[in-house]
């Protein structure tokens, strides 16, 4: 096994810790031999003479120039998510939705139009909505993410993207990426995949014909909770050209390259090229070194965490469908629930997001929230606390009761991102919350509760 020669790919454990490094580990980027990567807190880069700058500011030498355009220590955390989901590169951004973002623009200009699963975080969707929509770009939703036939139908001649999360939030809806994937090629468009639920270690949406990877890098890539930041990953795979006239500002002449394109200037590098210095470059969603720091410190803990999260949240899960007071869980580890797509795309478990609902409705609900004393009422995920939400009158107040239907969020829903504490105390919890459901005390709609808890 150790004979295949120094090309010979290390297993996640190893490159989530090791994966960014030069071969004397992070010394080499030191002057005093630290061997954890600086934080290198700094605007910009000192150039050696005039010749240098202006071979920086050509392109011509890869020096840094100012932390807007990248940073070593944001550069340390890119190498290290583009080795973990197998891509070419990644951009570090300030958070994740300044990762759809910056993905999504470097793609569609006015006049385009996105495909896009209706079982979206709602950041993403109201971006979509809202601020795309006044800039003259489209969106269809597709209400059934595993319908393959709606995805093809939705498609028109000036699309530009098909987007979707691989495990759904809140829903967790697990995405036929493979095959998607082969309808955007069909189309020559590429499909874009928000894998902040999944993470690499648990699906590595590129190796199943994705093209570009976003995340949320403030969820279970950090898992710590104190740092907002996110990524875009680009496969390098997207044939830019073959798609024709479609992406004339990745394939026509450009005014800072001296009239040739991005492709031809970068070739298989032109989306994250363009997206670097054009789009997050001009509209400066730039992380701090000292987050990228604080999320890389979460990087090299993922895989315990993520087996860690898994286990118990299959365990919760399982102890959930058997309460009376619980009508239905939504968790695709659960035996049964879309077995083939889990088999095929999570086979090291399903994640720790996922929802149920409740009986009683709203009211139960707010009982319920209100009785826990361990998980956290908030909105975040992937925290290795476990969180607890009532997505109806939160994350999805803005829709329509008919939207929230459509997309499974029905007055009993409650979301839950188990943390990786002992499960018994977790389970304890829960418990707790379930017993308050049939306490004396009156039930109060959530967005007016008070704080007093019900024992
Ligand atoms: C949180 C989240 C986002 C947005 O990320 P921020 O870091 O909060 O900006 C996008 N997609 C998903 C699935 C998320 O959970």
């Given at each position: 096994?150790?004979?295949?020669?120094?090309?010979?790919?290390?297993?996640?454990?190893?490159?989530?810790?090791?994966?960014?490094?030069?071969p004397?580990g992070?010394?080499?980027?030191?002057?005093?031999?630290?061997?954890?990567?600086?934080?290198?807190?700094?605007?910009?880069f000192?150039?050696?003479?005039?010749?240098?700058?202006e071979?920086?500011?050509?392109?011509?030498?890869?020096?840094?120039?100012?932390?807007?355009?990248g940073?070593?220590?944001?550069?340390?955390?890119?190498?290290?998510i583009a080795?973990?989901?197998g891509?070419?590169?990644?951009?570090?951004l300030?958070?994740?939705?300044a990762?759809?973002?910056?993905?999504?623009?470097?793609i569609?200009?006015?006049?385009d139009?996105?495909?896009?699963?209706?079982?979206?975080?709602e950041?993403?969707?109201?971006?979509?909505?809202?601020?795309?929509?006044?800039?003259?770009?489209s969106?269809?939703?597709?209400?059934?993410?595993?319908?393959?036939?709606?995805?093809?139908?939705a498609?028109?001649?000036?699309?530009?993207?098909?987007?979707a999360e691989?495990?759904?939030?809140p829903t967790?809806v697990?995405?036929?990426?493979?095959?998607?994937?082969?309808?955007?090629?069909?189309?020559?468009?590429?499909?874009?995949?928000?894998?902040?639920?999944?993470?690499?270690y648990?699906?590595?949406?590129l190796e199943?014909?994705?093209?570009?990877v976003?995340?949320?890098?403030?969820k279970?890539?950090?898992g710590?909770?104190?740092?907002?930041?996110?990524?875009?990953?680009?496969?390098?795979?997207?044939?830019?050209?073959?798609?024709?006239?479609?992406?004339?500002?990745?394939?026509?002449?450009?005014?800072?390259?001296g009239?040739?394109?991005?492709v031809?200037?970068?070739?298989?590098?032109?989306?994250?090229?363009?997206t670097?210095?054009?789009?997050?470059?001009?509209f400066g969603?730039?992380?701090?070194p000292?987050?990228?720091?604080l999320?890389r410190q979460?990087?090299?803990?993922?895989?315990?965490?993520?087996?860690?999260?898994?286990?118990?949240?299959?365990?919760?899960?399982?102890?959930?469908?058997?309460?009376?007071?619980?009508?239905l869980v939504?968790?695709?580890?659960?035996?049964?629930?879309?077995?083939?797509r889990?088999?095929?795309?999570?086979?090291?478990?399903?994640?720790?997001?996922?929802?149920?609902?409740?009986?009683g409705?709203?009211?139960?609900?707010?009982?319920?929230?209100?009785?826990?004393?361990?998980?956290?009422?908030?909105?975040?995920?992937?925290?290795?606390?476990?969180?607890?939400?009532?997505?109806?009158?939160?994350?999805?107040?803005?829709r329509?009761?008919?939207?929230?239907?459509?997309?499974?969020i029905t007055?009993?829903?409650?979301?839950?991102?188990?943390?990786?504490?002992?499960?018994?105390?977790?389970?304890?919890?829960?418990?707790?919350?379930?017993?308050?459901?049939?306490a004396?005390a009156?039930?109060?709609?959530?967005?007016?509760?008070?704080?007093?808890?019900?024992?």
């Amino acid at each position: 096994m150790s004979n295949l020669g120094p090309v010979v790919r290390r297993g996640f454990a190893t490159e989530q810790i090791h994966g960014a490094e030069t071969p004397h580990g992070a010394a080499t980027q030191s002057p005093h031999g630290a061997r954890i990567a600086p934080i290198h807190l700094t605007a910009g880069f000192v150039f050696d003479d005039v010749d240098q700058a202006e071979a920086r500011f050509r392109g011509d030498d890869d020096g840094y120039v100012y932390t807007r355009m990248g940073n070593p220590t944001n550069a340390d955390v890119e190498a290290r998510i583009a080795g973990l989901e197998g891509g070419a590169s990644a951009l570090l951004l300030a958070s994740g939705q300044a990762a759809t973002s910056v993905a999504t623009l470097g793609i569609v200009g006015a006049g385009d139009h996105i495909v896009a699963s209706a079982h979206l975080y709602e950041g993403t969707r109201g971006f979509f909505q809202d601020n795309l929509g006044r800039l003259g770009i489209s969106v269809d939703f597709i209400d059934d993410p595993t319908d393959l036939a709606a995805w093809t139908a939705a498609i028109r001649p000036e699309t530009r993207l098909l987007f979707a999360e691989s495990i759904s939030n809140p829903t967790a809806v697990v995405l036929d990426i493979a095959a998607i994937a082969r309808i955007a090629e069909r189309n020559a468009i590429p499909l874009v995949i928000d894998n902040t639920l999944a993470t690499p270690y648990l699906l590595r949406p590129l190796e199943h014909g994705a093209h570009i990877v976003v995340h949320s890098a403030s969820k279970f890539l950090s898992g710590h909770g104190q740092a907002l930041g996110g990524v875009v990953v680009d496969g390098g795979t997207f044939d830019w050209a073959r798609a024709g006239n479609r992406f004339p500002h990745l394939t026509g002449p450009d005014r800072q390259l001296g009239g040739a394109s991005f492709v031809e200037r970068f070739g298989a590098g032109a989306f994250a090229a363009y997206t670097r210095g054009v789009v997050a470059g001009r509209f400066g969603p730039s992380p701090s070194p000292f987050n990228a720091f604080l999320v890389r410190q979460g990087i090299e803990t993922l895989s315990l965490r993520m087996e860690r999260h898994c286990a118990n949240a299959l365990a919760i899960a399982t102890w959930l469908q058997k309460q009376p007071e619980v009508s239905l869980v939504r968790y695709p580890g659960l035996d049964g629930q879309s077995p083939v797509r889990v088999r095929r795309y999570l086979p090291r478990g399903a994640g720790s997001v996922f929802s149920f609902e409740l009986r009683g409705g709203a009211a139960a609900a707010a009982d319920f929230i209100h009785g826990l004393r361990l998980f956290s009422h908030m909105s975040h995920l992937g925290d290795v606390r476990s969180l607890v939400l009532h997505p109806e009158s939160t994350s999805h107040v803005a829709r329509s009761e008919s939207e929230r239907l459509a997309a499974g969020i029905t007055p009993g829903l409650v979301r839950l991102s188990v943390g990786i504490e002992d499960v018994s105390d977790l389970i304890a919890d829960l418990d707790r919350g379930l017993d308050a459901l049939h306490a004396p005390a009156t039930s109060t709609s959530l967005p007016s509760a008070p704080a007093a808890q019900i024992a």
